[in-house]
């Protein structure tokens, strides 16, 4: 059974295409590879729904099911080569609107774990849903296979907990995790101004 | 958006572009690259879509007018020469340029502001000439550029003498290192100020967290271990000297293009939903079709592109923009 991209809300794919299609046109895109590469060659492809948990959360020993969706993210390609991420987030009238463009770290390993990702054994008996895992405050990204019967999380590289790249079960991710958001050091109040 | 008069007032270095409102995407453009100091020269015509030709920086001056600078040219302002302009309408007189005629007396124009925010372009030596900008058959980008530039008697608001000002796009040539442990975003950030103004430097994130925590293992085993802490970055902006002013806020789209002309980049802090925080460098800005961006320099998740108010109240997500430290050379 293949990895089930899932249909992000009506509109949106057009909507981001745009926006990006604009922004370089203008010259708003700017590393090399996408200040090259021409507006009509830029393409998106892997639709998947972001999902965000704090540290807290995490360190309270709270589960997938805290986590919470923040919108929607695509691979950007030119050429046929993944060049950056876009990402869209809710407006006030409930329809995802175009928030930004990443051309990072977290890119590049997204397609690389998408090439380990789609050859899983688990993915033949299971039907796994592609989204995104993030938890900003301890800097990791991960690939999170959704399904009714399991979750499976790949961290992205550069990852606090390692195993990037690696499938791994929620209950494994998620105790790596929260030692590590356990064990942070705590940061002492700003100095005055 | 285009600007205000009450932005003008504001804009100090900021470049902007001058755009027809009656020609889609043709500009003003200004070659000054053959003026000498022996007078008046150069070319002053129309450009499809803003270059490096078509940025100018407004010059006020006592009497509320404003010289009009070339970003391409530094110290070649914009001249008019309304003499002679027929009352036919045809529009004639000369505009070219000139070089350190920054409040000559051809080089000074009133703004008349428009009622769609666009403004008409008064000679302060002949009052009732105005700017006038004929872009038809401007539809591809050449290296000359094309059309009309000259003056027209009696034109203020007319279609061919409102022109829309904005800010122009401005990115600084500024590089991010890769955050080298978990909880190095200020080291980071500090490190890559330093070697923005200062190539030369040899200071590492690592060899700044041993002067941080007064040890001298962090560019080696401690790294990862007990010199993997978070901190504030304007302590150790300070001890170099790249701290500007420490903001516990956020600056608003003027304020950053008045930071990015100084050429300064700056870095904001933003606090995470849970509480903790991060912070990564803003090196530039652009508006396009009414949406302000900003282009963020992140040490954990790279160069990236932000609607600007998704930049302040959702950064990655969960994140709030709160403080701000300006830097200086």
Redesign the interface.
């Given at each position: 059974m293949p990895l089930h991209l899932p249909d992000p809300p009506s509109g949106a794919h057009d909507h981001v295409k745009s926006r990006l299609h604009t922004l370089a046109a203008h010259g708003g895109l700017h590393t090399k590879a996408l200040r090259g590469a021409r507006a009509d060659q830029l393409d998106l492809s892997t639709p998947h729904q972001v999902f965000t948990l704090g540290a807290d959360d995490i360190a309270a020993g709270g589960g997938l099911d805290r986590a919470e969706p923040a919108g929607w993210r695509y691979l950007v390609e030119s050429a046929g080569q993944v060049v950056a991420s876009a990402e869209t987030m809710p407006a006030p009238d409930g329809t995802q609107r175009f928030a930004n463009v990443n051309e990072g770290p977290f890119v590049d390993a997204t397609d690389k774990a998408m090439k380990v990702v789609r050859k899983l054994p688990k993915l033949e008996a299971a039907g796994f849903e592609l989204r995104l895992l993030r938890v900003p405050s301890l800097y990791l990204t991960a690939l999170w296979l959704h399904s009714p019967a399991e979750d499976l999380l790949v961290p992205l590289q550069p990852s606090p907990i390692g195993k990037e790249g690696k499938s791994m079960s929620a209950a494994e991710f998620l105790s790596d995790l929260a030692e590590y958001a356990r064990s942070r050091p705590s940061l002492p109040p700003p100095p005055p101004v | 958006m285009p600007l205000t008069q009450a932005d003008l007032a504001t804009l100090g270095n900021a470049p902007i572009t001058i755009k027809s409102t009656f020609f889609d995407n043709v500009y003003l453009r200004m070659d000054g690259t053959s003026v000498n100091g022996a007078g008046p020269g150069g070319t002053v015509n129309c450009q499809l879509n803003a270059g490096a030709k078509e940025r100018f920086k407004l010059r006020p001056q006592a009497d509320g007018s404003y010289s009009v600078e070339s970003v391409a040219s530094p110290n070649v302002f914009l001249r008019m020469d309304g003499t002679g302009v027929p009352t036919t309408g045809a529009g004639g007189g000369t505009v070219n340029c000139q070089l350190n005629a920054n409040g000559g007396a051809n080089h000074k124009f009133n703004l008349r502001a428009q009622s769609n925010g666009s403004f008409s372009f008064e000679s302060v030596a002949i009052p009732g000439i105005f700017l006038r900008l004929v872009g038809s058959g401007v539809t591809t980008r050449t290296d000359a550029g094309g059309g009309i530039v000259n003056c027209q008697l009696n034109a203020n608001g007319g279609a061919h003498e409102s022109f829309f000002l904005s800010r122009d796009?401005q990115?600084l040539n500024f590089v991010m290192e890769?955050q080298q442990q978990?909880?190095w975003c200020w080291s980071a950030c500090t490190v890559s100020v330093e070697k923005y103004y200062n190539p030369a430097t040899t200071l590492t994130q690592c060899t700044l967290a041993n002067t941080e925590w007064g040890r001298n293992d962090c560019c080696g085993a401690g790294g990862a271990g007990a010199c993997?802490?978070?901190?504030?970055p304007?302590?150790p902006m300070q001890r170099l000297g790249r701290l500007n002013q420490?903001l516990?806020t956020t600056l608003t789209a003027a304020q950053i293009s008045d930071e990015l002309a100084k050429g300064a980049p700056f870095i904001a802090d933003v606090i995470?939903?849970?509480?903790?925080?991060?912070v990564l460098a803003v090196h530039?800005r652009?508006q396009?079709?009414g949406v302000e961006?900003v282009?963020v320099a992140?040490p954990?998740?790279?160069?990236?592109?932000?609607?600007y108010d998704?930049?302040c109240a959702?950064y990655?997500?969960?994140?709030t923009w709160r403080?701000s430290y300006t830097t200086k050379r």
């Open positions: - | 796009d990115l890769q978990t909880y993997n802490r978070g901190n504030w304007q302590t420490d516990r995470w939903r849970d509480g903790n925080s991060h530039g652009h396009i079709d961006y282009k992140d954990a998740y790279g160069n990236s592109t932000w609607t998704d930049f959702r990655q997500n969960i994140g403080y």
